[in-house]
């Protein structure tokens, strides 16, 4: 088994191989993140006009496209 | 699909399968990762920068089944008038458009000490480069609007559109590439040397990454039926 | 009256329009001209190196200049009502989309293909490749107009459309660029250019069922 200091060193190919690995976490999570942090955001507002007891509309059976 | 048809139910749903998805994506990607940066050896010819296979691989393919998918429920939402065909093409578009971007990006990386350059005009890059481009349409003719509906309509014509000529897309691109690149160019999907048992991760992580995406996808989709429900709220609150 | 009645009055009167406004197309050609004549600038005036870069460069001019005047295609019927009367006066959404598909094509596209020998003379581009150019830009520029009806017809009434129709349009032209310099190129090489003429007009004969389908469905969207 390689030392952790080789595994780091990715056989002198560390500057390529971790920005790569790291950048795929990195936009990923960011996506995952941002995309929760919307929903979030989205949940509050819905909640706070819900508890003012606004009604929806009674909806019109208006045709898609 | 008509049983996911109604947006009340889908979101139940979503919420039910949610926590599995996330989880499943999690482990996935996590033993994919762990495998092809610790347990397989380093390739003979490519030295460790094989590894980065690990994560272009699975991006460049996720970027092509997003866009499919996408393409899918555009025409669900068109032509058989799925009530969620729309929102689920549009928000599945930034997700496809980030797996483009790092598709190149990780190319980008791999072909720096494998050829001795940062870009190559090969015709897989080539093709994924100009996906990237069409994505980004997609996501700003989404925005161009003022009526969030009309966006995603025009979309889903876009989105359409491209994927009959995608495969003209990559054919012309790759037929091109042929004609420009020395026959001595390795592809960088290094198809030369590597061994099959070094492939198994770029499976374990394609799977990962697609969790991913569905997990992402119905977070992403899950908010825009909120939002909906939250714009007519606004109205009638405006209307009282 | 016919469907194919109303065709061809669409037909000579925006053609009418575009022979009123011939500074504006005139306009469009003189792009086309300017573009390309930037690129010696660019890349010094060797006559070798432009007579090897012509096709390319004369391209991807002529896509600039089309993709200019795509944009306007169905705005000022829109925007004063035309294209909704047009509808209701009886002629059918794909037909008028193919129309206009066409008046685009005559006002621009021919055009442009019909000044290119001028600029591939200042380019050194061998004469007996003139043909080849004429064809492949004329062959491609049918594919273009296509192109730009479904874009126009998309970003009608988008608020922020700018850069839209070329963001939207020139990803799907790549397979007409690349063709359309091979042709040229394959000539030059004393290769045949039948293939990819050939493949073209196989383009452009996929894209009009597309086109036919996608162009309404946009129109549609922005009617409703």
Redesign the interface.
């Given at each position: 088994m390689q030392s952790f200091d080789a595994f780091l060193a990715m056989g002198g190919y560390a500057a390529y191989v971790w920005p790569a690995i790291l950048l795929t976490l990195a936009v990923l999570l960011w996506l995952a993140w941002s995309s929760v942090a919307r929903l979030r955001r989205t949940q509050k507002s819905l909640k706070a006009l819900e508890a003012l007891g606004v009604e929806r509309r009674p909806r019109r059976r208006k045709r898609e496209g | 699909m008509h049983f996911l048809a109604n947006p009340g139910r889908f979101v139940r749903i979503a919420d039910r399968v949610l926590p599995w998805v996330s989880a499943l994506a999690v482990v996935l990607v996590a033993v994919g990762?762990y495998a092809g940066?610790?347990i397989v050896p380093?390739d003979y010819q490519q030295?460790?920068?094989v590894?980065?296979m690990y994560?272009?691989v699975p991006?460049a393919w996720m970027a092509m089944f997003v866009y499919a998918s996408l393409a899918a429920a555009a025409a669900s939402?068109?032509i058989w008038?799925h009530?969620l065909g729309f929102v689920i093409a549009q928000s599945a578009a930034?997700?496809g458009a980030?797996f483009t971007?790092?598709a190149l990006?990780?190319g980008s990386?791999?072909g720096?000490?494998m050829w001795g350059t940062w870009w190559v005009w090969d015709g897989r890059l080539t093709s994924v480069l100009?996906l990237f481009?069409?994505y980004?349409?997609l996501m700003?003719?989404v925005?161009?609007?003022?009526d969030p509906k009309?966006g995603q309509?025009?979309a889903a014509?876009?989105a359409?559109?491209?994927v009959?000529?995608l495969p003209?897309?990559k054919?012309?691109?790759d037929?091109?590439a042929t004609?420009h690149q020395p026959a001595s160019i390795m592809r960088l999907d290094g198809q030369t040397t590597i061994h099959a048992s070094q492939l198994w991760p770029v499976l374990v992580m394609a799977l990962g990454f697609t969790a991913?995406y569905i997990?992402?996808l119905l977070?992403?989709v899950?908010?825009q039926v909120?939002?909906s429900?939250?714009r007519?709220?606004?109205?009638?609150?405006a209307?009282? | 009256m016919s469907a194919l009645g109303l065709a061809r009055l669409l037909l000579r009167r925006d053609l009418a329009l575009a022979w009123r406004q011939r500074g504006q197309v005139l306009l469009a050609i003189a792009f086309f001209v300017l573009t390309a004549s930037l690129f010696p600038f660019a890349i010094g005036p060797d006559p070798n190196l432009l007579a090897r870069l012509a096709p390319g460069i004369l391209w991807v001019a002529a896509l600039f200049a089309m993709v200019l005047s795509m944009e306007r295609t169905f705005q000022a019927d829109f925007e004063d009502g035309s294209l909704e009367q047009m509808v209701l006066a009886g002629l059918p959404l794909p037909i008028l989309s193919l129309t206009k598909a066409l008046v685009h094509w005559l006002s621009s596209g021919l055009l442009v293909t019909l000044a290119s020998p001028v600029v591939a003379l200042t380019f050194s581009l061998p004469p007996q490749l003139y043909l080849t150019l004429l064809a492949s830009l004329a062959l491609g520029s049918l594919s273009l107009s296509l192109l730009g009806t479904i874009a126009a017809a998309l970003t009608l009434g988008a608020r922020r459309g700018a850069l839209l129709v070329p963001l939207i349009i020139l990803p799907l032209s790549v397979p007409v660029l690349i063709l359309g310099v091979m042709a040229v190129q394959a000539e030059a090489l004393a290769l045949s250019a039948t293939p990819h003429l050939l493949l073209m007009g196989a383009f452009f004969l996929l894209l009009l069922p597309v086109a036919s389908f996608a162009t309404p469905a946009a129109l549609r969207q922005a009617l409703d």
């Open positions: - | 990762l940066l610790v380093a030295g460790d920068t590894r980065i994560v272009h991006a939402g068109l008038r009530p930034p997700i980030a971007f790092l990006v990780t990386l791999w720096k000490p100009i481009f069409l980004l349409g700003a003719l925005e161009a609007f003022d009309r309509k025009a014509v876009l359409l559109v491209g009959v000529i003209i897309i054919f012309s691109v037929w091109w004609l991913y997990a992402v977070v992403r899950k908010q909120l939002a429900r939250l007519s709220l606004q109205l009638a609150a209307d009282a | -």
